[in-house]
């Protein structure tokens, strides 16, 4: 059986990976011209987790960590307001979560494929025939399954199940990331999470080591459409934040160096037609207020490989993967945009008092697991029994 995979990210190498596993030939296509060097830090739990763990990969998952000791809030001068000890959160979810700069992840995936996975950057799906897939290079390949783990801007989904306007859902929202260098910076967040707590905007900041800072962004705007110069909009936006804000918006690297995109989820009636099909944020993207979409790209590929190799056809396959994990996705979108979203980038003085109020109480004995509930939830049905 013969894969074909557009999209050289999370979900993409994690499918790659499993479907290789149960003895697929994989092609594994890309458009960038290579890995990408552009990402935040993520906390990695959840299904994701568990998946990892049973590809054999939590051991390496350790090694690629960042070591984190608390998460913490700062005010416009720079003074702590709220800190939570991470031992906490891991200890209420039962050690199951790193955290893992996103190039980071795709590195360690990447390098568990094998040289037998056909992997092309540079290249991308132009079409799709009844009986071959068309790349931009000009080779065609006729594969058994072509998949889209390309993104919430997926080529595969707009080729196949119509444009992107149709099935995106804006958050109001922008964000941005990007990493500089500074000695001083770096020692000031060095082992930590450090976040601004202010109002419809936050930037977050991690030491990664060799005095190298990574900074998070986002801000909440009614404009859709993305900016021509993502460096100045971050620079726009995020001015009078503090000094360890505008250090980090002084350095900021050119334009190709910095990510940047709508906060945004991914709404389909249906995510498969024949042998296609698609995986992570090409087909239920959560959004990054949701804190899972990396987690549910591992996992939803270790579904849809699971179920392709217990099924009877590849239509069969990825059918009964669409029927398992859509309810997964659904609850996470669902509670992004009911609940987390308020929690995550508060719009009022008295909400943002009631976060602090909140992770001051997760130092009260018993309340940890009550309130890391809401900040990581976890569906009640485990990996295994989705795949099974």
Excluded at 159 to 168: A, R, S, Y
């Amino acid at each position: 059986m013969r894969a074909l995979i557009c999209g050289a990210g999370i979900a993409g190498l994690a499918l790659s990976n499993r479907l290789h596993h149960h003895g697929w030939e994989v092609h594994l296509v890309d458009h960038a011209p290579g890995p990408r060097t552009q990402g935040y830090m993520i906390d990695f739990f959840g299904p994701g987790f568990e998946a990892l763990t049973a590809m054999g990969l939590r051991s390496r998952l350790r090694e690629f960590a960042s070591p984190v000791e608390e998460f913490c809030y700062i005010d416009d001068r720079g003074r702590k307001t709220v800190s939570v000890d991470y031992t906490l959160v891991s200890k209420a979810l039962n050690g199951q979560i790193a955290s893992i700069m996103r190039p980071a992840l795709e590195r360690m995936l990447r390098e568990s494929l094998t040289d037998e996975v056909h992997l092309r950057y540079g290249t991308t799906i132009d079409r799709i025939d009844d009986d071959k897939a068309l790349l931009s290079d000009g080779t065609a390949i006729d594969a058994d399954l072509i998949v889209g783990a390309d993104g919430v801007h997926s080529r595969v989904r707009s080729l196949v199940f119509g444009g992107e306007q149709d099935h995106l859902r804006y958050l109001g929202m922008h964000t941005g990331a990007f990493v500089f260098t500074d000695p001083e910076v770096f020692q000031q967040v060095r082992g930590r999470f450090v976040l601004t707590e202010t109002l419809n905007r936050q930037m977050g900041f991690y030491g990664l080591g060799d005095d190298r800072v990574a900074v998070f962004a986002v801000h909440r705007t009614p404009h859709l459409a993305l900016p021509e110069d993502p460096r100045e909009a971050l620079r726009h936006a995020y001015t009078g934040m503090g000094d360890l804000a505008e250090r980090a918006l002084a350095q900021c690297p050119p334009p190709d160096h910095v990510y940047y995109d709508q906060v945004a989820q991914i709404d389909l009636p249906g995510w498969c037609d024949g042998r296609v099909t698609l995986v992570g944020d090409a087909a239920h993207a959560v959004s990054l207020v949701a804190g899972q979409g990396a987690s549910l790209g591992v996992a939803g590929a270790y579904v849809l490989a699971e179920r392709l190799h217990r099924s009877a056809s590849v239509s069969e396959g990825v059918a009964d993967y669409e029927q398992r994990w859509r309810p997964v996705a659904a609850q996470v979108q669902t509670a992004a945009r009911d609940r987390v979203t308020e929690w995550f980038l508060p719009t009022s003085s008295a909400r943002l008092r009631l976060r602090r109020w909140g992770f001051r109480a997760m130092h009260l004995p018993g309340l940890d697991r009550l309130l890391v509930g809401p900040l990581f939830p976890k569906d009640h049905r485990t990996l295994a029994e989705l795949s099974a």
